[in-house]
């Protein structure tokens, strides 16, 4: 069984960056997965969990969400089992809990744009935009 626990979120001025970190343990080589990362407003039930990027199995290919894009960068380090995500330029309404999530296949489909792409998820890591 995979388990994957997210951190880096935290209080940060509008304009600012931020990193956040995926680490998994258990289950198989961590190049067997596509990550997904998802972010979702506390208390809010629709839309739910929204898209924020995926990657794929080595790292060559992205994918973002066209709100975003131009301000994420995901990245994965295969050897650390490790995925990230960066959000530059952040924004009031960047903030909400940020997910990580893994599927088993290792490419990225059209599924994985959507929560239902994943068989695994972390507990979240809220990230708070303010001045």
């Known amino acids: 069984q995979l388990h994957l626990e997210e951190s880096g979120g935290g209080l940060v001025q509008p304009g600012e960056s931020l990193r956040l970190s995926c680490v998994a343990s258990?289950?198989?080589?961590?190049?067997?997965?596509?990550i997904g990362w998802f972010r979702q407003v506390p208390g809010q039930e629709a839309p739910g969990r929204e898209f924020?990027?995926?990657?794929?199995?080595?790292?060559?290919?992205?994918v973002y969400a066209d709100s975003m894009k131009g301000r994420l960068t995901i990245s994965r380090d295969n050897v650390k089992r490790t995925a990230f995500l960066q959000i530059d330029n952040l924004m009031p309404e960047d903030a909400a809990v940020y997910y990580c999530?893994?599927?088993?296949?290792?490419?990225?489909?059209?599924?994985?744009?959507?929560?239902?792409?994943?068989?695994?998820w972390g507990q979240g890591t809220q990230v708070t935009v303010s001045s």
């Open positions: 258990g289950g198989t080589a961590f190049s067997a997965y596509t």
């Open positions: 999530a893994a599927d088993q296949g290792g490419a990225i489909r059209a599924v994985h744009r959507t929560p239902m792409g994943y068989d695994y």
């Open positions: 924020v990027g995926a990657v794929n199995w080595n790292g060559a290919t992205t």
